[in-house]
């Protein structure tokens, strides 16, 4: 494996080769300087982050150039996640203590915002949401008792509820999730859900029923503190699952950060590499075999399906999404920073 970078004109340009794939990368200048843990790459065109300060930012032309906005209302909040229904319909979650985590929406592209959902709960903060489709979503939330905190809507969003299961694990002392990339919840098909969790506890729970009934898995990844343990999850259609996290305090210790799983999620091990990938908020697929995860270590990639990694970048990121049909992503960080990339062959 070997790492390149290059220079071509006036574009800050990095090519890092690993085996038949490398990853292009082309600095964006987006006209922030707010720091960025939620985005959504709709399309080859359209792009939206979300960020603090009340800010988000987006692109329709392929990042050629970007708009910035305040959400009327939110300017002290922190915007952790996002869902795209169109280009112009979008969800913004905004996570912090009580009233600070909320839920806003727009179906013009930002000319108009609704909040549909304020917290009034002292105890919880929102962590992250996801969709099955148009109407059905749910949203994970610190917990405000035992059980964890989940809310669903069936209306896209207008409104939101306790879900109140017929079965779920009770947390442990200790364990909540992460608002990192907006990566620690993530739906599948009709019904199925992954909500992770981390601190003194880290563990997947997973429902096939949206939420009705859960089932908890646990994990080997770093964990026992309060800044430790998984902070993203992916799953593909192949029941394929890595999970990346550590602890965000130690952004350089390689200790147990990545965790494998073949069963979508029921058993884990430690990848083979595992004791060499330092700290990272945001993992995906991108291709066959091929995946990718960033956080203020840099950004790494795999080609064995998360069994072992190649450190090719070190600019510090949060967060980034991928289009899989034109093959280009980006990732988005801290003040203002954001970065497209190609995932391409020799």
């Given at each position: ?308 990694w190649t450190e090719i970048d070190n600019r510090p990121f949060h967060t980034f999404d991928y289009d899989a049909k034109s093959k280009i992503g980006y990732l988005a960080g801290g003040k203002g920073s954001v970065v497209k990339f190609y995932?391409?062959?020799?």
């Amino acid at each position: 494996m070997k790492k390149t970078l290059t220079l071509i004109l006036l574009t800050l340009s990095l090519q890092a080769f690993t085996q038949k794939h490398f990853v292009e990368f082309q600095v964006q200048k987006v006209p922030s300087t707010s720091t960025f843990r939620s985005i959504q790459v709709f399309d080859d065109s359209c792009v939206w982050l979300g960020g603090t300060n009340g800010n988000y930012c987006y692109t329709n032309n392929g990042g050629k150039s970007w708009q910035k906005a305040i959400v009327p209302g939110a300017e002290k909040l922190d915007f952790r996640d996002l869902h795209m229904f169109s280009q112009n319909h979008v969800i913004l979650m905004s996570c912090g203590n009580g009233e600070d985590s909320r839920i806003y929406i727009t179906k013009d592209g930002g000319k108009n915002w609704k909040m549909t959902q304020q917290n009034k709960h002292d105890k919880a903060f929102y962590n992250g949401i996801d969709f099955w489709n148009k109407k059905d979503g749910i949203l994970t939330s610190d917990a405000i008792d035992e059980k964890p905190y989940v809310l669903i809507t069936d209306n896209g969003g207008e409104s939101w509820e306790r879900l109140i299961p017929n079965e779920i694990p009770d947390l442990k002392e200790g364990e909540y999730a992460f608002a990192a990339s907006g990566t620690g919840i993530i739906t599948r098909g009709d019904n199925e859900v992954w909500i992770a969790t981390g601190g003194l506890h880290s563990r997947i729970f997973y429902s096939a029923d949206k939420g009705k009934n859960w089932v908890v898995s646990e994990t080997p990844i770093i964990q026992g503190t309060s800044t430790e343990g998984i902070y993203s999850f992916y799953i593909n259609d192949k029941n394929k699952a890595i999970s990346v996290g550590g602890n965000y305090k130690k952004i350089d210790d390689c200790k147990g950060n990545v965790i494998v799983s073949k069963d979508s999620g029921k058993n884990w091990k430690l990848a083979q590499g595992a004791g060499k990938l330092a700290f990272k908020e945001c993992v995906k697929q991108l291709d066959i075999n091929v995946w990718m995860a960033t956080g203020p270590s840099g950004t790494a990639l795999s080609v064995d399906d998360g069994e072992n990694w190649t450190e090719i970048d070190n600019r510090p990121f949060h967060t980034f999404d991928y289009d899989a049909k034109s093959k280009i992503g980006y990732l988005a960080g801290g003040k203002g920073s954001v970065v497209k990339f190609y995932l391409k062959k020799k």
